[in-house]
Structures are given as C-alpha cells and as structure tokens.
T-cell receptor
C-alpha cells in the first residue's frame, strides 16, 4: 500500500531558527508526495508537492521539501521559522487508482510549535 | 488558488436526527470530491469518494446507508449523516479535485464540526 510515516508527534523550534518536519514514504512505483498544513479548526491548506523533476520543491509561505529517493524521505523545511508557522503538518502520498481516481493517504500529522 | 467551501462550519444536533453538510468548489469544476473524517489530534481518514453524476465509492468500514453522499453537480457534493449518534461527532472535511488540473492536487474545505448530543 502507498503510505507515509511522520515519526514525530511534535516539533519545537525557536523563532528564526530553521525547522524540519520529517516524512518517510513507502510506495510501489514512483511516489507523488504532498505536504499540507492545518490550522486549528480549519481545513487543510496545500503547501507543496513532488511529482517529478528537481528533488528540492519550493512551496507556499517559504516552505520547501527535499525528495530523497535513497532514504525514501520527503522532509519539509523552512530556513527561518515564524511563530505563525505553528500548526499541524500532514505529509501525504497519492494512493492507488480506483474507479474514482486517486485518493490521498495521510500521515498522522506533526504538530509544529514555534516559540518567540 | 482554488477555493472549497463547506456549510455549515459547526452543527449541534440531537441523537437520531439527520445532518446535511455541503461542500462546494467556488471557482472551479470538480468531477471528484472526497469526504474525510478527522478525530482530535489524529489524521484524516478517507470516508468516500464522490463523482459527479454517479454513486459514491465508500472506504471499507464506512456505512453507506448512514453516510449518504450526493454529487449532483460539478460544484456541489453533500454528505448526510443519517440518524446521527454521539459517536458520529467528529470533524468532517471535504476536498475537491479541479477537473482542469493534473489529477494530483486536492483542495480542502475548512471543515464542519459535528456534535451529536
């Protein structure tokens, strides 16, 4: 099955420091990988995706992610964290095709807390 | 970017009643919409996939007679929780895929908080 794992329940970082939120994947074939962010009581907002091409993907709000095939990882990064980045982050992978198309399989989520 | 809305944002109902949640794609046409359920501090669990003009496809363990999904147009899908019980209390999130975009990106609604008393 196409799946992702987020090994950290929570990541704490001081404002201005670089942040990394980890994600590893397990897929058959080429992975289609995504990062979404969720603020309290809100839906998910798309940050970025990797389909093919450059291993470093740039997304919204200054976030980027690096696709590493040898380590089967797709870690989310930002050079300088902001307090407003505090939220729940989900890694996702495109699932298998069904009659309805592709669904997304999500990781359990990582809570990011950026302190002033 | 593409916008998906949900209505209502929050609903409280009595046990045994039915609740309808609407999901709309505001500036694009969505042939496929997805319904997810999220428990506190947990990930999203796909409940069903709905295609415009056809029956929804339900994930294993999801009762199709309890969670009725209708995708009547390219911009609207509805989820009806029938005979709701307290264990149905949850955060329900829909997403939609733009018909004119590559099939990978889903756009999510803001979610509906359901509380069944």
């Amino acid at each position: 099955a196409q799946s992702v794992a987020q090994p950290e329940d929570q990541v704490n970082v001081a404002e201005g420091n670089p942040l990394t939120v980890k994600c590893t994947y397990s897929v058959s074939g080429n992975p289609y990988l995504f990062w979404y962010v969720q603020y309290p009581n809100r839906g998910l907002q798309f940050l970025l995706k990797y389909i093919t091409g450059d291993n470093l993907v740039k997304g919204s709000y200054g976030f980027e992610a690096e696709f590493n095939k040898s380590q089967t990882s797709f870690h989310l990064k930002k050079p300088s964290a902001l307090v407003s980045d505090s939220a729940l982050y989900f890694c996702a992978v495109r699932g298998f095709y069904s009659n309805s198309g592709y669904a997304l399989n999500f990781g359990k989520g990582t809570s990011l807390l950026v302190t002033p | 970017g593409a916008v998906v809305s949900q209505h209502p944002s929050r609903v409280i109902c009595k046990s045994g009643t039915s609740v309808k949640i609407e999901c709309r794609s505001l500036d694009f046409q969505a042939t496929t919409m997805f319904w997810y359920r999220q428990f506190p501090k947990q990930s999203l669990m796909l409940m069903a996939t709905s295609n415009e003009g056809s029956k929804a496809t339900y994930e294993q363990g999801v009762e199709k007679d309890k969670f009725l999904i209708n995708h009547a147009s390219l911009t609207l899908s509805t989820l009806t929780v029938t005979s709701a019980h307290p264990e149905d209390s949850s955060f329900y999130i829909c997403s939609a895929r733009d018909r004119d975009e590559a099939q990978e990106t889903q756009y999510f609604g803001p979610g509906t908080r359901l509380l069944v008393l």
